[in-house]
T-cell receptor
Framework: GAVVSQHPSWVICKSGTSVKIECRSL??????MFWYRQFPKQSLMLMAT?????????EQGVEKDKFLINHASLTLSTLTVTSAHPEDSSFYIC?????????????FGNGTRLTVT | GQNIDQPTEMTATEGAIVQINCTYQ??????LFWYQQHAGEAPTFLSY??LDGLEEKGRFSSFLSRSKGYSYLLLKELQMKDSASYLC??????????WGAGTKLIIKP
C-alpha cells in the first residue's frame, strides 16, 4: 500500500527558531501533498495544499510567510515553521493521495509533534 | 454550511459489535471516508463509500445513505487494539475532505 514518510517524528525548539518537516511519498509519486495541523482533542485542520513545481495554496487564516512550503520533487514536500512560538506547538501531519483520481484516499505520514519552548 | 455529527465517545466490550454513526451536510458530495486514529498517531484509511449500501472489509463494514446524509462504521469482534478515534470524513464538491473531531471508542475487557 501507499506509504508516506514524515520526519522528524518529534522536535523541541526554542521560541524564535525555525523548524523544517519533511514529507516523502515512498512508493508513489505525489504531485499534490496536504499539510494538516491538529491540536489535542480537535479535528484535523488543513493548512495548505502543496503543489509540485508551483506555489502552495494556503487555507484562510494560515500565514504563508510563517509556514513555508516547498514541493521540489514528485516525492518530497517540506514545511518550515519560521520564527516558531509556543502557540505553534501542535501535531503536524502531511498526507498524499495514492492515485490520480480526485477521490483517491489520503494516506498520512506519521506526523510530527512540535513543541516550542 | 458544512458539518459532521458523530458521538464524542463510545464504550464497548471486547468481542462485541459496535456501530458508530455519522450524519453530515456538505456542499456537494463525492464520497465518504472513514479513518482510524490512535492516540498520538496519524489517521489511517479504513474505507470509502460513494454509492449507497454496505461495504465490508474484514471485521469492519461501512454503510452509506446519500439521501439521508448518513453513514455508519460497524466494527465486529472488537479487540483491545480497536480503541481509537474514528473519523467520518465526507468529501465535498471540490474534493475537499471535511473533518470532524471523530468518535473516541473505548474497548473494555
Amino acid at each position: 500500500g501507499a506509504v508516506v514518510s514524515q520526519h522528524p517524528s518529534w522536535v523541541i525548539c526554542k521560541s524564535g527558531t525555525s523548524v523544517k518537516i519533511e514529507c516523502r511519498s515512498l512508493d508513489f509519486q505525489a504531485t499534490t501533498m496536504f499539510w494538516y495541523r491538529q491540536f489535542p482533542k480537535q479535528s484535523l485542520m488543513l493548512m495548505a495544499t502543496s503543489n509540485e513545481g508551483s506555489k502552495a495554496t494556503y487555507e484562510q487564516g494560515v500565514e504563508k510567510d510563517k509556514f513555508l512550503i516547498n514541493h521540489a520533487s514528485l516525492t518530497l514536500s517540506t514545511l518550515t515553521v519560521t520564527s516558531a512560538h509556543p502557540e505553534d506547538s501542535s501535531f503536524y501531519i502531511c498526507s498524499a493521495k495514492d492515485g490520480a483520481a480526485d477521490n483517491s484516499p489520503l494516506h498520512f505520514g506519521n506526523g510530527t509533534r512540535l513543541t516550542v519552548t | 454550511g458544512q458539518n459532521i455529527d458523530q458521538p464524542t465517545e463510545m464504550t464497548a466490550t471486547e468481542g462485541a459489535i459496535v456501530q458508530i454513526n455519522c450524519t453530515y451536510q456538505t456542499s456537494g458530495f463525492n464520497g465518504l471516508f472513514w479513518y482510524q486514529q490512535h492516540a498520538g498517531e496519524a489517521p489511517t484509511f479504513l474505507s470509502y463509500n460513494v454509492l449507497d449500501g454496505l461495504e465490508e472489509k474484514g471485521r469492519f463494514s461501512s454503510f452509506l445513505s446519500r439521501s439521508k446524509g448518513y453513514s455508519y462504521l460497524l466494527l465486529k469482534e472488537l479487540q483491545m487494539k480497536d480503541s481509537a478515534s474514528y473519523l467520518c470524513a465526507p468529501m465535498d464538491s471540490n474534493y475537499q475532505l471535511i473533518w470532524g473531531a471523530g468518535t473516541k471508542l473505548i474497548i473494555k475487557p
